[in-house]
């Protein structure tokens, strides 16, 4: 059964073996290109492609404890001491819309870096059915391993040209529940932006704890981005959520949501038709200034 982040990532999409060839490619010769297969048909009207002029843009490989991660990194050229920010992606993995979101925050002056967080158990973006990706990949992602390969994340950006006195992190649909919880990982962590992603759920071995659960633990302040018409996750659940937020430490009092009138899950997505414009445009300005208040940028 899909959780809530999953079943909002599930609307309006396809089952690409009846679009395309059946066909996969190496992951390392896709990261940041094409589009996940479960994820068509692409909105290609609206899709962003931010320039990468005067950047540094592409993959790289980490090493955690002796497994080569890749990751799609932006930066601008030639330069040290920037903020950082972690970009985590929705369960199709670092397609082109995460790298060029990422690309969009290295204009901004940052080093973004968007690591590949399912590759060992899987390539997110050759399955053409997103209940397969689900049981096969996505399920058997330990949350103590993503916050394991976000610290060796970390310690990358250190050495190659991050300032970690402003580090931050945002992620989108199941990157915004890991968002909500690295904040509460990582005493590193500046301030957070989590995108639709699930607050409430299910626990098990790999996910023993849900953002609802560690808003004593908030090392950083988090801004929610929700829409008011994501069917995934209710209103209900961001009271719920709202509610532990207010019994919570400090960090997480200071923690604030914004809802999107008429705007359904993955609204940011601008390859796809969940995509409002208006509600990305004022997300990402959000996003910036909540950076930027909170010492990161």
Known sequence: MLNQDQMGDSLALLDRR???PNRRHALKATLGMGYAASVLPIMAQTAIKTPTDGLTAG???IDVKGFSMPAFRAMPAGKKNLPVVLVLSEIFGVHE?????????ARQGYLAIAPELFVRQGDAQGYGEVAKLVAEVISKVPDAQVAGDLDAAVAWASENGGDLSRLGVTGFCWGGRQTWLYAAHNPRIKAAVAWYGRVVGSQSALTPKNPVDITGQLHAPVLGLYGEDDTGIPLTAVQTMKDALARGNANAKAAQFVLYKAAPHAFHADYRPSY???AADDGWKRCLDWFKAHGVA
């Open 59 to 61: 993959e790289v490989t």
């Open 97 to 105: 819309y995460i790298a060029d979101v990422a690309v969009r925050f």
């Open 276 to 278: 409002r414009k208006e």
């Open 18 to 20: 009846s679009m395309l």
